[in-house]
């Protein structure tokens, strides 16, 4: 569910792009207008491109959620993409709700999909494997690549504009409120199944 929020998410921010997107979707976007194929498969690429690095910089950091992420966001924000239910740019403010609610659908999907307990996601793994072997914090690594990416995303003619730069302070609270709400649902249910086991075997 988290993965398919998360991709639900980015297809609605998609459908806006033109007053800006999170800058791995600016490549992705990028990439997509220059060489074809879908915006999703390119999100593919560069995951698994992301995973390959990782293994030769800190493996500990690639698990099975990694590995889903990667395959599977980018074929949800495709599918979503193809079904045309989703609002279209209207050109007018009505736009930056539309880009809102995708945020916020994103942020809410990596809140669950992290609550899970299966790993990360590539890009969270690589920051995570860049600030071990260097020493920028997670913080410093994450604005490093981002800004790395971003630059090369507007070289390619991404969409980059003003709710590009707004990414960070929507996305990141809504996403750390996320992960709480479900984090302690995981704990309670966790809780009720311990619970349940130990009222069998008496």
């Not at 992420?69 to 403010?93: S, Y």
């Not at 690589?126 to 997670?138: A, P």
Request: glycine share 10%; proline share 3%.
């Amino acid at each position: 569910m988290g993965l398919t929020f998360f991709g639900l998410g980015n297809a609605i921010a998609v459908k806006v792009k033109y007053i800006g997107l999170h800058p791995w979707e600016v490549l992705n976007v990028a990439l997509y207008q220059h060489f074809g194929l879908t915006i999703g498969t390119w999100g593919v690429v560069s995951g698994l491109i992301l995973i390959i690095i990782s293994l030769f910089v800190a493996r500990s950091y690639i698990s099975v959620g990694t590995v889903l992420n990667a395959l599977c966001i980018g074929p949800i924000m495709d599918f979503f993409l193809l079904l045309d239910i989703l609002p279209k740019a209207t050109n007018t403010w009505v736009d930056y709700l539309i880009l809102l609610s995708g945020v916020i659908i994103t942020g809410i999907g990596g809140g669950m999909y992290v609550a899970a307990g299966i790993g990360a996601g590539p890009r969270d793994g690589f920051m995570l494997s860049i600030s071990d072997k260097t020493r920028l914090s997670v913080s410093q690594a994450r604005i490093i690549v981002e800004s790395l990416v971003l630059v090369i995303g507007f070289l390619l003619g991404g969409p980059v504009f003003i709710a590009t730069f707004l990414y960070t302070f929507i996305q990141s609270p809504v996403f750390h409120r996320s992960l709480k709400l479900f984090k302690a649902l995981v704990e309670l249910l966790k809780k009720k199944k311990s619970q349940n086991q130990e009222s069998v075997s008496i």
